[in-house]
């Protein structure tokens, strides 16, 4: 099936930087999701965006859905070792009864 | 938010064997849930809709017979992986849609970690 373009694919960063991964569309969707994946687990909503333009923030996580409807981004300020994990971002059209689209993820790790 | 659980969390089983997989939503309704696979260091793959009341709905590619799902209540829904191989090995998660909630809201299960010897 249809994936977003996700990037980086991976980052290895020092603790207290900041991050930003984004992810693209040659379609629309109506809603953007960013989840964090954590080793054997299921991934855990991080922050949902309904609208285009929307700037939504989540402790030291911020997220925008881009006004084409095409991309959104994610940013994690000042990070911190349980930081670590898989970030995907997701897109869902109100017409496709919940089905999500996921990005390939960005593995992110954080050295103390 | 709300919590959907998966039992098992991980099963080994023998090349031929059947394995079923169970998914809940805890504390909300789910008429609808979605089956997903996994394999290390990659994204989630849709395998299929799963739709209470009536039949499952695969994504192009999966083999119906070989994925059974039944979605027995407004809670459950059941994934049976039939004569299992090698490569039916992976990381299974369901998801589920909180359409109680404003925005429909998918919550997802902790996975489960099928190894087929």
């Known amino acids: ?112 | 938010g709300a919590v959907v659980s998966q039992h098992p969390s991980r099963v080994i089983c023998k090349s031929g064997t059947s394995v079923k997989i169970e998914c809940r939503s805890l504390d909300f309704q789910a008429t609808t849930m979605f089956w997903y696979r996994q394999f290390p260091k990659q994204s989630l793959m849709l395998m299929a809709t799963s739709n209470e009341g009536s039949k499952a709905t695969y994504e192009q590619g999966v083999e119906k017979d070989k994925f059974l799902i039944n979605h027995a209540s407004l809670t459950l829904s059941t994934l049976t992986v039939t004569s299992a191989h090698p490569e039916d090995s992976s990381f299974y998660i369901c998801s589920a849609p909180d359409r109680e909630g404003v925005y429909n809201e998918q919550f997802f299960g902790p996975g489960t970690r099928l190894t087929v010897l």
């Open chain 1, 1 to 112: 099936g249809q994936q977003l373009n996700q990037s980086p694919q991976s980052m290895f960063i020092q603790e207290g930087e900041d991050v930003s991964m984004n992810c693209t569309s040659s379609s629309i969707f109506n809603t953007w999701l960013w989840y964090k994946q954590d080793p054997g687990e299921g991934p855990v909503l991080l922050i949902a965006l309904y609208k285009a333009g929307e700037l939504t923030s989540n402790g030291r996580l911020t997220a925008q859905f881009g006004i084409t409807r095409k991309d959104s981004f994610l940013n994690i300020s000042a990070s911190i070792p349980s930081d670590v994990g898989i970030y995907f971002c997701a897109g869902q059209l109100w017409t496709s009864y919940g089905k999500l689209t996921f990005g390939q993820g960005t593995i992110l790790t954080v050295h103390p």
